[in-house]
T-cell receptor, first 114, second 114 residues
Framework: AQSVTQLGSHVSVSEGALVLLRCNYS??????LFWYVQYPNQGLQLLLK??????LVKGINGFEAEFKKSETSFHLTKPSAHMSDAAEYFC????????????FGQGTTLQVKP | DADVTQTPRNRITKTGKRIMLECSQT?????MYWYRQDPGLGLRLIYY???????NKGEISDGYSVSRQAQAKFSLSLESAIPNQTALYFC?????????????FGPGTRLLVL
């Protein structure tokens, strides 16, 4: 069975500091991996997704994530946090192929301090 | 206009009442999903539909039912609401893009069961 674990339910950084949100997955087959962001009172928006074409994936708003098979990780990073990055972030995994079923992590709330 | 809309956005109901949450999409996608979000648990899949004649149970379907009235409409019903169904409910749609699909989320319905 597939699963996703996000380490840290809350992360706090200062504006301009590095953002690192951790995601580890478990999958018996090659996974497809996603990061979604949820701004307050809004639905989820796709940040980026791992397609197996490249291990370093660039997404919107300056975020990127690196797929590391040896570490079963897909951590999300951004070099310099902005106040507008404050939101909840979800890592998700799906089976290869067009199954359409996403398994979400518990979510990490990012707080950005002035 | 939003591509995925949900009505109502907020709802308060009493234990034992039947309620329906509605989802409409203008994206022309065949696949639609219902999730619930609970703090610390991420999103969990309730039901999903790959086309009008296809309905599938997700991870937590007990106490819920769905209806796919048309390609663009997918409704979630709580036959007899109970307090532990208090949650944030999201509808999502998806397309197929090569080996992967991307899910697009509505703004959510916040449900409180008293």
């Amino acid at each position: 069975a597939q699963s996703v674990t996000q380490l840290g339910s809350h992360v706090s950084v200062s504006e301009g500091a590095l953002v690192l949100l951790r995601c580890n997955y478990s999958s018996s087959v090659p996974p497809y991996l996603f990061w979604y962001v949820q701004y307050p009172n809004q639905g989820l928006q796709l940040l980026l997704k791992y397609t197996s074409a490249a291990t370093l994936v660039k997404g919107i708003n300056g975020f990127e994530a690196e797929f590391k098979k040896s570490e079963t990780s897909f951590h999300l990073t951004k070099p310099s946090a902005h106040m507008s990055d404050a939101a909840e972030y979800f890592c998700a995994v799906s089976k290869s192929g067009n199954t359409g079923k996403l398994i979400f992590g518990q979510g990490t709330t990012l707080q950005v301090k002035p | 206009d939003a591509d995925v809309t949900q009505t109502p956005r907020n709802r308060i109901t009493k234990t034992g009442k039947r309620i329906m949450l509605e989802c409409s999409q203008t994206k022309g996608h065949d696949r639609m999903y219902w999730y619930r979000q609970d703090p610390g648990l991420g999103l969990r899949l309730i039901y999903y539909s790959f086309d009008v004649k296809d309905i599938n149970k997700g991870e937590i379907s007990d106490g819920y039912s769905v209806s796919r009235q048309a390609q663009a409409k997918f409704s979630l019903s709580l036959e007899s609401a109970i307090p532990n169904q208090t949650a944030l409910y999201f509808c999502a749609t998806s397309d197929l893009q090569g080996p992967l699909e991307t899910q697009y989320f509505g703004p959510g319905t916040r449900l409180l069961v008293l």
